[in-house]
């Protein structure tokens, strides 16, 4: 294990400071110059129809990457982009310790003009997620958590920093965020039925900002059909650092940046097993589903 890296407050403080202002550099000198200002030419799609890439995306990567490698002695990292064009990019994930990287979450909502999206980088230690950091430019906000030390919110206008603790809710019902996109279609219908009519379910297009909604009481639960270590990471960590709960979604397994399957992130362990009751019933055939 590499937790040795996190214990100092001393430690601490600097990975903080140096990756905030890692991530609002990336953001004040390429994201938000791009942003709203894309041409055609500057979008790509990935794997998928609906899997879309951007300039922004590749250039903001490589600066992030060019900046983090070899910080605390760290020399391994796996970036979203780095990932599509590697494949194969599972070999990496038993490399310990890891930079993890996703340099625009929220690709959709950032092409579209939308709000809703961030930065993303956490450190993770033999596949655990021990720091996290999201950075939202449009609210100026950062979030970050580190295993066992808690998880944080800054004013980065002010450099006000507070703690986050989710708290339990008094809202009587069930409104969360996420989808159910990588279930296969067999059993992706039913799935998505039960979310419609048993809760009431936001569409937010990033996973960073649904954590930081999650983790500020604004919402009490997260859906998503499939993981990946970039994505989920932050959410695992600053979930569970902030009072929450996270597991995959059918076996109640602890996450690491191998999981696959569904995930189901809630403010509590009586919501988390409420939500998942109802989204997936212990009768559902997804529930025996093996990835």
């Known amino acids: 294990m590499n937790d040795i890296l996190i214990q100092s407050n001393k430690s601490r403080t600097q990975i903080v400071n140096y990756v905030m202002n890692l991530l609002i550099n990336v953001n004040k000198s390429i994201i938000l110059y791009y942003y709203k200002n894309l041409k055609p030419e500057d979008i790509s799609i990935k794997s998928s129809n609906d899997d879309f890439v951007s300039i922004a995306d590749k250039k903001s990567e490589k600066f992030i990457s060019d900046q983090l490698i070899g910080f605390l002695g760290v020399n391994d990292l796996l970036g979203e982009e780095t990932s599509f064009l590697i494949k194969n990019y599972d070999k990496y994930l038993h490399n310990s310790p890891l930079w993890v990287v996703d340099p625009i979450d929220g690709t959709k909502n950032y092409l579209n003009g939308k709000k809703e999206f961030c930065s993303m980088i956490s450190l993770v230690s033999s596949m655990v997620p021990i720091a996290t950091f999201i950075y939202y430019p449009l609210k100026n906000t950062f979030v970050y958590a580190f ?3 808690g998880a944080y919110i800054v004013d980065t206008n002010t450099n006000n920093s507070s703690l986050l603790l989710i708290k339990p809710s008094k809202i009587l019902k069930l409104i969360g965020s996420g989808g159910t996109k990588g279930i296969p279609e067999n059993y992706r219908q039913s799935i998505l039925n039960n979310l419609k009519t048993n809760t009431e379910r936001l569409f937010i297009g990033s996973a960073g900002i649904e954590t930081i909604m999650l983790a500020k009481n604004e919402i009490q639960f997260i859906f998503h059909g499939r993981v990946t270590p970039w994505d989920h990471s932050p959410m695992d960590l600053i979930i569970k650092e902030a009072g929450g709960c996270v597991y995959m979604a059918i076996n109640k397994s602890k996450f690491d940046i191998k ?13 988390w097993n409420d939500i998942r009751n109802l989204i997936i019933p212990s009768d559902n055939p997804y529930r025996k589903y093996k990835n």
């Open 147 to 149: 295993k066992n030390f």
């Open 259 to 271: 999981s696959k399957g569904s995930i189901l992130a809630a403010s509590n362990l009586q919501i």
